[in-house]
Every structure is written in structure tokens, then in C-alpha cells.
């Protein structure tokens, strides 16, 4: 981060106050307000930190107007089309893209780690079929510190990478098994002669009864899908994950927070629910309603898979998506697919629409994700799984660069109190 010989001046309350101005390398500049309580014994709001970098990195960049996004300075659409998962999980974790002694040694790493402690049978066992395998992935990464308590200490660096490792290596176990038991299918044991995707997809969909070919247009789709999920910046799971990484708790326990936040349908939950929206509108003739609804005050329903809070433009990861959906669905013959007509003409009206253009609301990346996952063969309730599974990259290289930070310390945000001040006790006869 360089610092700017920039100040801005604050006068209030008789005060006057220089505060420093930082320059990031891209991005707005930022008001250094990290002394303004000391000398100037006010806070500032911002419910939401629609304006506030909670820290610096050098990981993802977004331009929320150019709909441009960076990782470690390369575009998302180049990673898409170039790279693969695992080359995207190491530029995203080092920071380079590495060379190809680098990515066969990482990708044999992560190979080598995907089976979970078998004890970890019994603990699916525990949950309900008909849990949401959200619920499970929650829980089961959480416990990962039981299982794995080897790579707990955070002051170790080794033991930072084997909890690295083990987390990426060993989610998509724990997704397709989370999936495999919420419809009573045994689970599928990884295999190390198959690259990442291929062997979640292979964990997922075979059974003992007969082999299982992979199709290799379908595990390009998946892996692609991996690696636009795989990191965005300060987003509300990514915060999380650092906000309880902070504490200094085990890197287990902090990415299960990740998940937990991810679940919601204002975050990545949005892709379950802009696929069950979809189907709900059914037809394009029943569009115009729904646009109507969005539109209305009264109404809480959202378009989901609309709109953003740093994308003010179109979501360059919906492009690359909207392309994986073309070809899916192509592949596999269902090009009229009803609920991909819906989708498009969906889009159309609503970019021509003034009402989104002015709220500058256009497709995100969980506009078109469920729809090729739905393609593939997954439910709507593995499709935060799949989200959760690829983000877990994310997480983990900002945990990585937060814990190496020398001024790292405890987040401990303070408030705007507007309750009763100090009143006295007042006997239950006398109230
Ligand atoms: C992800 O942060 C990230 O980077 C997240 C993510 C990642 O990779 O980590 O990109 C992944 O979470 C994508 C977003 C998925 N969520 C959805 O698709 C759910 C539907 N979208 C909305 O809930 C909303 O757009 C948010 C939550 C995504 C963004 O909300 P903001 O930035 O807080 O915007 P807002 O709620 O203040 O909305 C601004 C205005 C409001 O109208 P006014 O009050 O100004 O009159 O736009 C309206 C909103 O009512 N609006 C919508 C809308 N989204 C916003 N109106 C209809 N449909 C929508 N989808």
C-alpha cells in the first residue's frame, strides 16, 4: 500500500484534524481514519461498509463499474478461459502463477489429501437425511478441528499450509458426501488418477452398481464454475472468515463461519434460490409480474441473481457463465431448456428496463451458475455447496495473508448507541 503525502482536513467541534490519504495500487484512494477516535473522540458509520476497506490485500480487484475482477492482476475472463482450478488456487494462495514443476507439485499435494478421517463417516451419520447439505458442510468442517487438531496452531506456518492443503483438498469430499447422504447413496471414495473436478463430479454421480465415465465437456463446465467462485474480494463470507480468524480461533472453525455466512440468499445462497425463482416464473409470459413485484415497495421479493454491491455493471463472471450455459446445455441437448428461456428473456427485460438500469441492477454470477448445475444433474441444495466448495480457496488465501500481517489485530468494530442510558432498578411492585 503506498502512502500518499495526501491529507484531508476535518474541522468540527472547534477540532481540526489532518487525516492521511492512502493510494492503492487501483481502486479509489482511502481516508486513513485509524487515529480519528484518538484525536478526534468520534466513530464513523457505515452499517454495511458500503464505504469502508477493512483492510488492505493484494489477493482479488474488483471495478465494480468496468465490471473488471483481478486475481493477483489477472482477469477473471483470462483465468476462465486459460487456466484451470487447481493453477487459480496456487496464483490465488502464492500469488504467482507457477511453474509447471510448482502446479505438479501442488496438484499431487492436494491429490494426495482428499480422503477425510474415516471416523468422519459416523459423523454424517449423525445429521438427518433431510438435512440441507449446507447444514452439514457446516458442521463438518467445523469439526475438522476435532479430526485434524495437527494443523490447528496458527503461529506455525507449517501447520497454516497442511490446514490449507487438507481444506481444499478434502471440501469436495465433504460436499459430495453431504450430498451422497441427503439421498441415501453410499459414499464414493476419492481417486487420485482424477483431476479435481472430474472426481467431484465422480463422487457425486457414480454408483457401486456400475462404472462412471466422466464427461470431459461437463468437468471443463465444473472446473470452470470452480474457479469463477473461487474469490471476490471483502465479500460478506470472506469478512467473516477474517473477522473470526482475528480471535486467532483454528482456521477449521473460521472457514465453517465462511460457510455459515455463505448460506444466506442475499450472499451465495442466491443461486438455490434464483433457479427455485426461475421455475417459479415458469414461463416467459409471466415475467412482466415478476419484474412488477421487484419493483414494488411493498413487496420484499428481489430478483435473485440481480444486482451487487460493488458491481454497478454487468458481473464478468455472468459472461463466462451465461457462455459455460450455452455449451452445457448444447452438450447435453436440452438447449431449449425452459427455465434457460426464462433466464435470458428475464435478462433481456430487465437491462432494458429503467428501473433496474437506474438501481444499476444487472445479472450476478449466481444468475446463470444454477442453471448449468441443474444441467449436470445436482439439486438446488447443492448449488451453495458447489459455491461454498470453490470459495473455500478464497477464504483461505485471505486467512493466509491476514495471519502473516504483523499489524494484524483483533476486529472489534464499535456502534452508534442510540438505547436508554443509565436509569436505576426498579422493584417488580413498582413497575
Ligand atoms: C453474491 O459481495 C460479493 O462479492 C458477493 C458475491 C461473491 O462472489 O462473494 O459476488 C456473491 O453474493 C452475489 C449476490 C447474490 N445475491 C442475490 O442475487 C440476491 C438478490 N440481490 C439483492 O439482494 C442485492 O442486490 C444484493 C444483496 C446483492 C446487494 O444489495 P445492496 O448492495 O445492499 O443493495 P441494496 O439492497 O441497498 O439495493 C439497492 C436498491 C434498493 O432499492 P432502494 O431501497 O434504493 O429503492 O436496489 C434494489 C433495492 O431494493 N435492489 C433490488 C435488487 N437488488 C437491489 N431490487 C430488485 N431485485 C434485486 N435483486
Given at each position: 500500500?503506498?502512502?500518499?503525502?495526501?491529507?484531508?482536513?476535518?474541522?468540527?467541534?472547534?477540532?481540526?484534524?489532518?487525516?492521511?490519504?492512502?493510494?492503492?495500487?487501483?481502486?479509489?484512494?482511502?481516508?486513513?481514519?485509524?487515529?480519528?477516535?484518538?484525536?478526534?473522540?468520534?466513530?464513523?458509520?457505515?452499517?454495511?461498509?458500503?464505504?469502508?476497506?477493512?483492510?488492505?490485500?493484494?489477493?482479488?480487484?474488483?471495478?465494480?463499474?468496468?465490471?473488471?475482477?483481478?486475481?493477483?492482476?489477472?482477469?477473471?475472463?483470462?483465468?476462465?478461459?486459460?487456466?484451470?482450478?487447481?493453477?487459480?488456487?496456487?496464483?490465488?494462495?502464492?500469488?504467482?502463477?507457477?511453474?509447471?514443476?510448482?502446479?505438479?507439485?501442488?496438484?499431487?499435494?492436494?491429490?494426495?489429501?482428499?480422503?477425510?478421517?474415516?471416523?468422519?463417516?459416523?459423523?454424517?451419520?449423525?445429521?438427518?437425511?433431510?438435512?440441507?447439505?449446507?447444514?452439514?458442510?457446516?458442521?463438518?468442517?467445523?469439526?475438522?478441528?476435532?479430526?485434524?487438531?495437527?494443523?490447528?496452531?496458527?503461529?506455525?506456518?507449517?501447520?497454516?499450509?497442511?490446514?490449507?492443503?487438507?481444506?481444499?483438498?478434502?471440501?469436495?469430499?465433504?460436499?459430495?458426501?453431504?450430498?451422497?447422504?441427503?439421498?441415501?447413496?453410499?459414499?464414493?471414495?476419492?481417486?487420485?488418477?482424477?483431476?479435481?473436478?472430474?472426481?467431484?463430479?465422480?463422487?457425486?454421480?457414480?454408483?457401486?452398481?456400475?462404472?462412471?465415465?466422466?464427461?470431459?465437456?461437463?468437468?471443463?463446465?465444473?472446473?470452470?464454475?470452480?474457479?469463477?467462485?473461487?474469490?471476490?474480494?471483502?465479500?460478506?463470507?470472506?469478512?467473516?472468515?477474517?473477522?473470526?480468524?482475528?480471535?486467532?480461533?483454528n482456521p477449521f472453525a473460521c472457514i465453517a463461519a465462511g460457510i455459515a455466512c455463505l448460506w444466506g440468499p442475499a450472499h451465495g445462497g442466491a443461486n438455490q434460490a434464483c433457479l427455485e425463482m426461475l421455475r417459479e416464473i415458469g414461463t416467459v409470459d409471466r415475467i412482466p409480474e415478476y419484474i412488477a413485484r421487484a419493483k414494488d415497495k411493498e413487496d420484499p421479493f428481489r430478483l435473485m441473481g440481480f444486482g451487487h454491491r460493488v458491481y454497478k455493471n454487468f458481473d464478468p463472471r455472468a459472461k463466462v457463465m451465461k457462455q459455460s450455459a450455452d455449451e452445457v446445455l448444447d452438450l447435453l441437448g436440452i438447449e431449449n431448456n425452459p427455465t434457460l428461456q426464462v433466464a435470458k428473456e428475464l435478462e433481456r427485460i430487465a437491462i432494458e428496463d429503467p428501473y433496474f438500469k437506474e438501481k444499476k441492477l444487472y445479472p450476478n454470477v449466481d444468475f446463470y451458475s444454477g442453471i448449468i448445475l441443474d444441467a449436470m444433474g445436482f439439486p438446488t441444495s447443492m448449488f451453495t455447496p458447489i459455491f461454498a466448495l470453490a470459495r473455500t480457496v478464497g477464504w483461505i488465501s485471505q486467512w493466509k495473508e491476514m495471519i502473516a500481517d504483523p499489524q494484524m489485530k483483533i476486529g472489534r468494530p464499535r456502534q452508534l448507541y442510540v438505547g436508554p442510558t443509565a436509569r436505576d432498578y426498579v422493584d417488580v411492585e413498582n413497575r
Open positions: 500500500m503506498a502512502d500518499t503525502n495526501k491529507t484531508a482536513k476535518l474541522s468540527f467541534d472547534g477540532k481540526e484534524l489532518e487525516l492521511p490519504i492512502l493510494s492503492p495500487s487501483a481502486g479509489p484512494d482511502v481516508l486513513d481514519i485509524r487515529k480519528l477516535y484518538a484525536q478526534g473522540d468520534v466513530f464513523t458509520y457505515d452499517p454495511g461498509f458500503t464505504s469502508t476497506a477493512a483492510c488492505d490485500s493484494t489477493i482479488t480487484f474488483i471495478d465494480g463499474d468496468l465490471g473488471e475482477l483481478l486475481h493477483r492482476g489477472y482477469p477473471i475472463d483470462q483465468l476462465a478461459e486459460k487456466s484451470h482450478f487447481l493453477e487459480v488456487c496456487y496464483l490465488l494462495l502464492y500469488g504467482e502463477l507457477p511453474s509447471a514443476v510448482q502446479l505438479e507439485d501442488f496438484e499431487s499435494r492436494v491429490t494426495n489429501h482428499t480422503m477425510l478421517h474415516e471416523q468422519m463417516v459416523y459423523f454424517y451419520r449423525g445429521f438427518r437425511r433431510d438435512a440441507h447439505p449446507m447444514a452439514i458442510m457446516t458442521g463438518v468442517v467445523g469439526a475438522m478441528s476435532a479430526f485434524y487438531h495437527d494443523s490447528t496452531d496458527i503461529t506455525d506456518p507449517w501447520q497454516r499450509e497442511v490446514a490449507t492443503i487438507r481444506l481444499i483438498a478434502k471440501m469436495p469430499t465433504i460436499a459430495a458426501w453431504a450430498y451422497k447422504f441427503s439421498i441415501g447413496q453410499p459414499f464414493v471414495y476419492p481417486r487420485n488418477d482424477l483431476d479435481y473436478a472430474s472426481n467431484f463430479l465422480r463422487m457425486c454421480f457414480s454408483v457401486p452398481a456400475e462404472e462412471y465415465e466422466v464427461n470431459p465437456i461437463l468437468s471443463r463446465a465444473m472446473d470452470r464454475i470452480f474457479t469463477l467462485h473461487a474469490d471476490h474480494e471483502q465479500n460478506a463470507s470472506t469478512s467473516t472468515v477474517r473477522l473470526a480468524s482475528s480471535s486467532g480461533a
